[in-house]
């Protein structure tokens, strides 16, 4: 069964610190990884697909980095705007889950503080 | 943004009740999806559509029926509504399809806004 664990749950940060958040992932054959970030009371917005490891996406102060077993979303110089929930999906090679096949972990919560 | 508009945004309803929810796009995507979202949970997959009255069940269908009469509607009905399906339930759609062998498939979906459901 395709896995997914972010952490932390939650991170609190100055505006300007930088820092990481990471998506722990156990699937048989990736075929992807993604990442999206959702506000409060919004559906999530698509940021970035990884698809072999050593691969890296950057879009502003965002970073997506991953490996064969994780990937991280380095957050350089943060502003307040960057607070929401950010999730992690993968894509198993062969889904069993359905259309997509996508598999989200349950997120992980930013606040940057000003 | 991508069109997509989700309604109702809000309902309280009693255990028992017929509800419908509609997804409505106009970016006429072949693939639509509804997907539910609970503390604790990652987004799973109820249901989704490849086309218009193609549709078929994801991780957590029961409970749950869909129907697609036209390219732009997806609609998630839950026949005898129960406290287990208070949610917040999106809608998405994406342009590429499924994860087939061979194809590329992006895990680009758009998502709506969100309906919140409580069945009380």
């Known amino acids: 069964e395709d896995q997914v664990t972010q952490s932390p749950e939650a991170l609190r940060l100055q505006e300007g610190e930088s820092s990481s958040l990471n998506c722990s992932y156990t699937v048989s054959g990736l075929r992807g990884l993604f990442w999206y970030r959702q506000d409060p009371g919004k559906g999530p917005e698509f940021l970035f697909t990884l698809y072999s490891a050593g691969e890296e996406k950057e879009k502003e102060r965002l970073k997506a980095t991953l490996t064969k077993k994780e990937s991280f979303l380095h957050i350089t110089a943060p502003k307040p705007e960057d607070s929401a929930t950010y999730l992690c999906?993968?894509?198993?090679?062969?889904?069993?889950?359905?259309?997509?096949?996508?598999?989200f972990g349950k997120g992980t919560h930013l606040i940057i503080q000003p | 943004d991508a069109g997509i508009t989700q309604s109702p945004r809000h309902k309280v309803t009693e255990t028992g009740t017929p509800v419908t929810l509609r997804c409505h796009q106009t970016e006429n995507h072949r693939y639509m999806y509804w997907y539910r979202q609970d503390p604790g949970h990652g987004l799973r997959l109820i249901h989704y559509?490849?086309?218009?009255?193609?549709?078929d069940k994801g991780e957590v269908s029961d409970g749950y029926s869909v129907s697609r009469s036209k390219t732009e509607d997806f609609l998630l009905t839950l026949e005898s509504a129960t406290s287990s399906q208070t949610s917040v339930y999106f809608c998405a759609i994406s342009e590429r399809g499924p994860a087939v062998a061979g194809a590329l498939n992006t895990g680009e979906l758009f998502f709506g806004e969100g309906s919140r459901l409580t069945v009380l």
């Open positions: 999906a993968v894509q198993a090679i062969y889904s069993g889950g359905g259309a997509d096949g996508l598999t």
């Open positions: 559509s490849y086309g218009v009255k193609d549709t």
